[in-house]
């Protein structure tokens, strides 16, 4: 059997093993290269860092014993202890040192990394100095101690996140958001990933070379390829990796951690399928989006209503073409319903309503003449939560009824005259919790009573404009279509009556000088763009609107594709660009022809005496997903054998990404006496500096291609 002496050698000579290992790696860091069975030591290192850090608290109380010195016994056991507890902290730092080369980066590990280094070396010397003066041998423990604990800290941020110590008494209250100020993004698709995926891909424990704690991460991508592309699932590792098995060791989540949930699967593909915005609201999608009716639904309050659903027929019947009926929410007993069109307003369709009027929770009836009409129905609503009656003309006993329903939190009576009497009783309704009172005549004395006697209320009285300066809502662009045969009728509106809407049709920006000023709807025969602003008085001018549209013209007779697209976005091949189908700028997967090794180039012949003077080619932009304008695009003519250049250009490459958009390319040809033409898009060879995959080809991706006299 082993003497204690023995022991102790034996502890003291492997002590000097791991110093000189770890001085190696310290000082090779990842120059040096370790075979792969190492990796399996460094991934030992959170199994095997717990025994140096109780063997060496251990042994530092034992440096505390009072008269220890005279208790021989009881200080070998606790130099022993702490001789052993330095050979695991050597062997955990060792370890560590190795993992460290794998995936790991940033402040935390730094930290982390040399707080290691420093316990080993400190209770290195506190071991062969433990003879010297008592009272310096405690301070030093006590020194060594600390460090033990930081060090800790940092290795538990470095795994479980830097709140995870405090994370137990933090505030857990959850900010409210209102649906109108709600991000697809930051609201609704961080979160999942905060939840399921930032612990393996933040600062510290970067794995796959993918960041996921910030937007610049997200948007550089992984070693395996791009985060998210708008619309393409095949080539969007998020979607590839969270649809692969759970036992494919590439899954995502990894099968160890908490899996996403059968909806939070739906919602990320849903918002790659809408474009993968990392800044769109989450309301400027269309309410049917699916997107949409998953995420809303937590921004008002998730309120449940234990009152039975309405007849679906009853519903269905209520629906028409100047009434909308609608659940709140999916799934939801509460009923929306909006009336609009002023002129099919009918005002004893109204007293259709008594079907459903254990339904109603929200009911607007805005700019609808109410004037004289009986609203006495509405007390027959006994779940009514919000009402919308802004500039309907009520009068004050119209005022009155509505003033006396308690169940009401949101009231909107804008545009209405709110007399003293009215007033008195508006002052009543303690239960509201949002008011608005826009044009209401009120005066500065009346809004202070209202304040005072509604203190728990939000009340908006309208924009007084003191001062400040806001900018306009961008114009609305109205078109049936946007590839049509004959012509085409473009409407521009505002919601603001008074503002003045100025536009372009030649693809150049509006000012509020050289843009045209629109009067009334613009009939159009040709291909373009349209981009439209807004400008008013005390306002600042609006960001542009903008449209394209397509004038579909002359049909080739004839028509190939000399290089195939590429096998992911093939489309429908060469019929694809005559179709005229519009594909959606998001879903580029979809009808978007694609090419990147080899250039698009098409041959086209037409019917005698019909050959176009002009070429528009639909193209698709999404720098971040790779897609640029061509390097150069040229159009030949075949003239007695030879090609003749009839046209081309060279698009100036974007020098920042911007979200996924159609562009037009119109471009006209210098004589139509050829036989056929040849259209050549030349794809971009390296993509620029400023992108994070710069010196990668770039795409060209196509949709249509329209011909012109």
């Not at 590839?240 to 099968?255: F, G, Y």
């Not at 304008?629 to 046209?647: D, F, H, Y």
Request: proline content about 5%; overall charge negative; glycine content about 6%.
């Amino acid at each position: 059997m082993l003497k204690i002496s023995s022991i102790r050698s034996i502890l003291e000579s492997t002590l000097f093993i791991w110093i000189g290992l770890t001085l190696i790696i310290t000082i090779a860091g990842n120059a040096l290269a370790l075979p792969d069975w190492l990796q399996v030591v460094g991934r030992s290192h959170p199994i095997i860092l717990h025994f140096p850090i109780v063997l060496l608290l251990i042994g530092l109380l034992f440096f505390w014993i009072p008269g220890i010195d005279k208790k021989p016994e009881i200080r070998e056991m606790g130099e022993l202890s702490f001789l052993a507890g330095c050979n695991f902290a050597g062997i955990t730092v060792l370890a560590g040192l190795i993992l460290a080369q794998e995936e790991y980066t940033g402040e935390i590990l730094t930290w982390h990394k040399w707080g290691g280094l420093i316990v080993f070396a400190g209770c290195v010397l506190l071991y062969f100095y433990r003879s010297i003066k008592a009272n310096l041998i405690r301070l030093s423990s006590i020194a060594l101690a600390l460090a033990i604990i930081a060090t800790g800290h940092w290795g538990a941020g470095l795994t479980h996140g830097e709140d995870f110590l405090l994370a137990p008494i933090q505030s857990n209250e959850i900010e409210v958001i209102p649906l109108a100020e709600a991000e697809i993004f930051g609201d609704v698709v961080q979160p999942i990933l905060q939840a399921k995926c930032v612990s393996c891909h933040k600062e510290g424990k970067i794995k796959g070379e993918l960041r996921m704690d910030h937007i610049e991460g997200l948007q550089k991508g992984g070693k395996s390829g791009p985060f998210v592309l708008a619309g393409d699932f095949e080539n969007s590792m998020l979607i590839q990796r969270i649809n692969l098995p759970e036992d494919d060791k590439k899954h995502m989540p990894p099968k160890n951690k908490a899996q996403l949930t059968d909806e939070e699967l739906l919602i990320l593909s849903e918002w790659v399928a809408s474009g993968a915005s990392f800044e769109q609201k989450l309301v400027t999608l269309p309410a049917k989006n699916e997107l949409y009716q998953l995420a809303s639904v937590k921004f008002e309050g998730n309120k449940i209503y234990s009152f039975d659903a309405a007849d679906l027929d009853d519903i269905q019947e209520l629906n028409t073409s100047f009434r909308s009926v609608q659940p709140l929410f999916p799934e939801s007993p509460a009923l929306d319903v909006s009336y609009f069109g002023i002129s099919a307003f009918q005002p004893e369709s109204l007293t259709d309503l008594k079907k459903v009027k254990n339904q109603v929770v929200r009911f607007s009836l805005n700019k609808m003449p109410l004037a004289g009409v009986d609203l006495t129905f509405l007390k027959d609503f006994t779940h009514l939560e919000e009402l919308q009656l802004n500039f309907t003309d009520l009068n004050t006993d119209q005022l009155n009824l509505i003033f006396s329903l308690n169940t009401l939190e949101v009231l909107a009576i804008s545009g209405n005259t709110i007399d003293k009497q009215s007033l008195s009783n508006l002052a009543k309704m303690t239960s509201l919790k949002k008011l608005f009172v826009w044009q209401t005549g009120l005066s500065d004395k009346d809004q202070e009573m209202l304040k005072k006697a509604l203190p728990e209320t939000i009340i908006d009285f309208g924009f007084d404009g003191k001062g400040v300066i806001y900018e306009l809502n961008s114009p609305i662009i109205t078109q049936s279509e946007m590839i049509y045969q004959d012509s085409l009728e473009l409407k521009l509106s505002h919601p603001i009556p008074t503002a003045e809407i100025r536009y372009t049709l030649d693809g150049t920006e509006p000012d509020s000088i050289s843009g045209k000023v629109y009067t009334e709807p613009i009939f159009t025969k040709s291909t373009g763009k349209i981009i439209a602003k807004a400008y008013a008085a005390e306002w600042k001018g609006s960001k542009s609107s903008e449209s394209i549209y397509i004038h579909s013209g002359i049909q080739p007779t004839e028509s190939v594709l000399v290089n195939d697209p590429n096998p992911k976005y093939k489309a429908t091949g060469v019929a694809t660009l005559f179709d005229l189908v519009k594909a959606e700028a998001p879903n580029h997967g979809q009808k978007w022809l694609g090419f990147q090794d080899h250039p698009m180039v098409l041959e086209v012949s037409f019917a005698k005496e019909n050959n176009p003077k002009e070429v528009s080619l639909s193209l698709l932009y999404n720098e971040g997903a790779h897609i640029f304008p061509p390097s150069k695009v040229t159009i030949q003519g075949l003239e007695n054998g030879k090609w003749q250049l009839l046209a081309s250009t060279s698009p100036e490459v974007p020098s920042k990404g911007a979200p996924a958009r159609s562009e037009l390319m119109n471009m006209e040809l210098a004589n139509t006496n050829y036989e056929k033409l040849k259209i050549t898009l030349t794809p971009l060879s390296r993509l620029p500096k400023w992108h994070p995959f710069a010196g990668d080809k770039g795409w060209v991706f196509v949709d249509e291609v329209i011909f012109n006299e």
